[in-house]
């Protein structure tokens, strides 16, 4: 049973306009959301995280929302870039635990087109 | 500073061999992880060790993986004797110490293919 859902398994944009990738989780004990970037061949990098006691978290382009009713989460990126072309994880985390392990989505693929 | 890196980056093996993945944390980082990436599937959880002990070993499949961290640096993670379905690519991640934001930072991964 998969806890945090990415339904988009990809995402095309053109360069310079917003791109909003989704994240939903079923689990309310997560308190805390990650996003991470992952280009080929690479692992995955730490972009933005946001604690459940926020409902935003801004980055430079990057800004990540919480809608803690609706357990769902986006990153938004604007302007995109070329550059921004990789596959985004969703990931959360219960930091209450003995451990801050991450349950990660299957992830979207974002394309920006220039 | 060097980030988390990972050994070998490939391995291909034959159905039934063992095979030893390596695993060096960023220095001073206590908490270190192993996850797994089945093709096409979400990154899994397999581990957690807190210096030498493992905290969390909930995600480890079955006991023909076997993960260590001798003197609580580098880490290993053997899979013996390996089976097809334990193909995928193996990521260790490591993360400073308790209180702050969760944030941990991946290796590049290994890629392994059980023929």
């Known amino acids: 049973d998969q806890q945090v859902k990415q339904n988009s398994p990809s995402l095309s944009v053109q360069e310079g306009r917003i791109s909003i990738l989704n994240c939903d989780y079923t689990?309310?004990?997560?308190?805390?959301f990650l996003w991470y970037k992952k280009y080929p061949a690479e692992g995955p990098t730490f972009l933005i995280s946001?604690?459940?006691?926020?409902d935003k978290n801004e980055d430079g382009r990057f800004t990540v929302f919480l809608n803690k009713s609706a357990k769902h989460l986006s990153l938004h990126i604007v302007p995109s870039q070329p550059g921004d072309s990789a596959v985004y994880f969703c990931?959360?985390?219960?930091?209450?635990?003995?451990?801050?392990?991450?349950?990660f989505g299957k992830g979207t693929l974002l394309t920006v087109n220039p | 500073e060097a980030g988390v890196t990972q050994f070998p980056s490939h391995s291909v093996i034959e159905k039934g061999q063992t095979v030893t993945l390596r695993c060096d944390p960023i220095?001073?980082?206590?908490?270190l992880y192993w996850y797994r990436r089945v093709m096409g599937k979400e990154i899994k959880f397999l581990l957690h060790?807190?210096?030498?002990?493992?905290?969390?070993e909930s995600g480890m499949p079955n006991n023909r993986f076997l993960a260590e961290r001798t003197g609580g640096t580098y880490s290993t993670l053997k899979v013996q004797p390996a089976e097809l379905e334990d193909s995928g690519v193996y990521f260790c991640?490591?993360?400073?110490?308790?209180?702050?934001?969760?944030?941990?930072?991946f290796g590049q991964g290994t890629r392994l293919t059980v023929v």
């Open positions: 990931a959360a985390s219960t930091r209450g635990g003995s451990n801050y392990k991450l349950t």
């Open positions: 689990n309310s004990m997560f308190d805390y």
């Open positions: 946001i604690s459940s006691i926020k």
């Open positions: 220095s001073g980082h206590d908490n």
């Open positions: 060790f807190v210096k030498e002990s493992k905290q969390d």
């Open positions: 991640a490591s993360e400073g110490p308790r209180g702050g934001r969760p944030k941990a930072f």
